[in-house]
């Protein structure tokens, strides 16, 4: 493996520079890379080490964009991404057992599909959150990301600018015309909505910590998007940034970078690489497709890799299991020169969906 980055992906237009080994990355995610850096409007393209094929654009990528945005670029999950704070518990204060808390917070925090009708006691007690989430949704009201990305995709790819592209995943809006306007209301809409969800989330974790462990105390709160457009300078020019599956990793940005539901995750700080264009990885990234990891796995496999983890262990996970993602470990050590580790942290409990 090439410890060595980043190096250039052969065969791209754009300037294109990758964290991860072109060896290791499988082919269509590579191709995936190519259509986007030859597209004209792509300025640079910054790969991340947790790689993988993506619908439209590749996850794991940092794409910049002169003058136009493209919404597969950025996916459905709008402003999907992590938030966590640190909490005065040690390990010597938790129960044995770790299941009564895990049902607890599975009661508090919606999973899957399933409604939430905690919001307004959480708002209720919260003026802050009450106050952004009221601004929010008064000035456009409740609307599901994945809907607000498809229709948004939909329109840009019957723009004539985008009729001769050879991959239609990858249209886009330009600059100054009203459906770029119209895409940028809602996703800029989306993506602070995606930012107070995950407030309003870890408010309720909270609530059952507070509930569990009486004079419980949290620190600061560390809430990064992975999923997301943002409008940044380089070199001089001002370029919509879209990070599909990588956060931001300015000088002294915190981020939270994930493994997987039995690995543990990884505290860091941003160190500010222009080169990387200010990213680092979202994550440790899959190895394989949920449907692959269905083939290859079964439950004796996920109780096996999730061994010491109060967390589901049945059929219903295990598109998640640990072996369907690339090594956490080797994932941070490609990105030495994108973050600093400020701690890791050891999953003892995972809610899944």
Known sequence: ???????PLPGARADTLMWADPADVEYAALDQLRRISALEWTEKLRVMPDVHLGKGATVGSVIAMRDAVAPNAVGVDIGCGMIAIESSLTQNDLPESLHGLRMAIEAAVPVGFQGYDGTAAILKSNRALHQQFSKLTSTFGELRADKIAERHASVAKGLDHNRALPDRDLAVFLAG???MEAYRHDLYWA???AYLNRQIMLAAIMAVLTAQFPGVTFGEQ?????NYVAEETYDGVELFITRKGAIRAGTSDMGLIPGSMGTGSYVVRGLGNELSLNSASHGAGRRMSRSQAKRRFDTSDLAAQTAG?????DSGVIDEI???YKDINEVIAAQVDLVEVVTRLQTLLCVKG
């Open 1 to 7: 493996m090439n410890t060595h980055f980043p190096v």
């Open 177 to 179: 015309t009203p459906q």
């Open 191 to 193: 993506q602070d909505y």
């Open 222 to 226: 560390i809430n990064c998007h992975h």
């Open 309 to 313: 983890v109060e967390c589901r262990k």
């Open 322 to 324: 640990p072996g369907a």
